[in-house]
Structure formats: structure tokens, C-alpha cells
């Protein structure tokens, strides 16, 4: 009997090869509906068909070779094996592509520890885990300034990380760099293309940039200043949109899922929609906020940069913003759980500034001199009275 990670992984293959029926791809949905990981994991495999790597994975493939290999997977008594039969050449070869190239995205997901290497431990740590498996604690102050690994040559500080070489020949795998709530950091790529990552966001880049394109994905808020490069253009794919530049600035933030935008400090931006039928073009001082649900899925605004950017100098301009939106930021700036005692408090408006470096306590302070709000601050934990 096939198990029920057997079952799923069957599920996505089909999802990701365009062969799952209707009834299965609604028990695909329902499956990453009721298990984020499951969905997470998914969402990461469809943006990583897009990347150079699996591209030149796909291109490497030996077709012929491949169905020699597996072609009795297809044959009636292997059924319990394959839960989609056979049904002609095309359909087969396709189901054998999705199939390497599935395996190929799940290692690419999986951690491989290497001999020798000790895990780190990730709690509170800015963390990168390397395309083969090696995981580096960047935020350690014991870590050595200069770090050998593989075909790339690393800077590491306990606030940046800075390629000083990397060969251009190299495979294009890709690593992951991801920041904790209470820390920020910078990232500077093998292009000198410059990122700053917020608190609780995360990015995965190649170990070199040796395709005709420079392509990144992100999650959570950064600021990039891109190198421009008029050759290779410069592409950052988010959970909904992507974004394709030259050479710009500006600053993306996904922490709200369901309206991720991104501000333009300098030069051009066009944004994509996942789905590819929704498109704008920025300019600077302009920022589109994505909804599917609203016409042609961006809205575009001026934005005001002070209160955009400040995050980068530790601080948070509020404006009557709910107690619900500020407790989200606390979350990230000091890695406290906020919790509301009284019905409806958290959607009370309030103003003021939020500055890293003062302290939770200081501003807390400030608010309930300015309102009638009382908390109390036990540790990891504020309680909103």
C-alpha cells in the first residue's frame, strides 16, 4: 500500500508536470491547506523550476537514457508503483522529466550534512545553510573573517556577509541566508549587488551568477541596491510577483502575504504577477502593493521613503496604526510574543516611533503616557492589559 508521503509526492509530481486530475488536484489543495510545510515546500519547488539550475538540470538530461531506465515503471504490473498508467510516449517521457526533475527539487530542499560538519544551532542566529548542505552561523562572533567554501570565497562579519570571489563556472545551486527576529543583516552578492535583510526574512541566491540571468528569491523585507549589469538583467521572485531591473533601488516587503509591495527608491522596475497575466511598471517614488483579488492585481501609490526605509536605521514610523499591526513588528524588532488581554484592544489606533536602539521598554512607556494603555513585560512575553 502506497504511504501517505508517497501519495503526496505522487500529487505534486502530477501538479508540477500539468498531468493531475481535478479530483486530485483538490486533494492536493486541501493537503497544503491543512499542512503549511506541505505547502511551503511546494511553493519553493514551482519557483525553483523557473531557476537557472533546473533549467541546465533539464538540459543535461539524457531522454533516451531516462526512459530506457524507468520505461518498465509504465508497464501494467508495476502499477502500484506509478499511480498514473502509461498512456503513450509523450505522456510518459513527460511523467519521466517531472520525475528526475522532482527528485532533483527535493535534494535541492533537504539539508546534506557533510563529514565532519557539526549542525548548527539555528535559534536566534543569522543562519546560511550552503547549497551542499553545510550550515554557517554568520552570526557568531568566533567565525572566521574569510571562508573557504567550495568555489566561493566569503567575507563573513556578525552583520554582513560579502563575496570576495566566486567562479564564474560554477554550478548554479543555490544557498539560503536567513535572518531571526531581533536581527538585521547585509548581503553583499558576487555581482557587488547589495541587499539588506530585516528581521525574520530569509534569501536564496546562486554560489555565482553565470547564467544569462541574475535571479534571487526572497521572503520577508529587504532593500536592494542592484549592480546594473545591461547584459544580465537582475530578477527577485517573491511568493507573488517578480520583479525584472537592470540596475535600481528599491525595497520589497512579503511580510503580509495577502498585500506584499515593493517601493522604488531609483531607476525601473516591471512587475510580474505569479500568474503572468498581471504587470506594472514603476518609477521612482512610486510603490505597487499586490492583491489578486483587485483589478489588474497592483495598485501603485507615492510612498513617503522616510517612513518606507526607516526600518534600516532600527526605527518605525507609526501612524493611526492598530496595536494588532504594531505587535507584528515588535514580534520582529525584539523576538517577543505580544498577547492582548482585553477584547478588541488590539485594534485600537496609536502614533508615534518605534526606535530599536531605545528599547521595548521606552516606547511602551511613551504609549501608555499618550494613552490608556497598560502592559506588562515578563521576559519574551508583553502583555497588552
Sequence with gaps: MTSDKQHTDQLMLEKLTGMISPED?????????ADPALKDAFSRMQEQLHTPAAKQYLRQLDETQLWEKRKHLFQKGNI???????????????????????????REQQPHPLAGVKPAATANNVILQ???????????????????????????????????SADANAP???NLLQVPAGKDYKLTLPD????????????????????????????????????KDINRPFIVHTGQFSVNVLGTAFNINTYSSNSPRLSLSSGKVALKSKTGNQSVQLSPGYEATYNSQQNNGFRVDAFNARNTLAWMEGKYYFRNTTLK???????????????????????MNVSGVLTKKDGLPEFMDNLSKTTDIKYQLNGSVLQIL
Design 130 to 164: 550552503m547549497a551542499n548542505g553545510q550550515t554557517i552561523v554568520l552570526s557568531d562572533t568566533a567565525q572566521s573573517a574569510l571562508l573557504n567554501i567550495g568555489a566561493a570565497q566569503m567575507r563573513v562579519s556578525p552583520k554582513s556577509l560579502q563575496y570576495e
Design 172 to 174: 548554479m545551486a543555490m
Design 192 to 227: 557587488s549587488t547589495e541587499i539588506w535583510l530585516n528581521a525574520m526574512s530569509e534569501i536564496r541566491f546562486p554560489v555565482s551568477f553565470n547564467g544569462p540571468t541574475r535571479e534571487v528569491f526572497v521572503n520577508g523585507e529587504a532593500y536592494f541596491s542592484v549592480s
Design 80 to 106: 502500484r508503483h506509478m499511480r498514473v498508467l502509461y498512456r503513450g510516449a509523450a505522456a510518459g517521457l513527460l511523467l519521466l522529466l517531472g520525475s528526475a526533475l522532482y527528485l532533483f527539487l527535493s
Design 25 to 33: 488536484d483538490h486533494t492536493l489543495r486541501r493537503l497544503m491547506a
Design 325 to 347: 499591526e504594531i505587535a507584528m513588528v515588535i514580534r520582529r524588532l525584539f523576538d517577543v510574543t505580544v498577547q492582548f488581554n482585553t477584547a478588541g484592544v488590539e485594534n
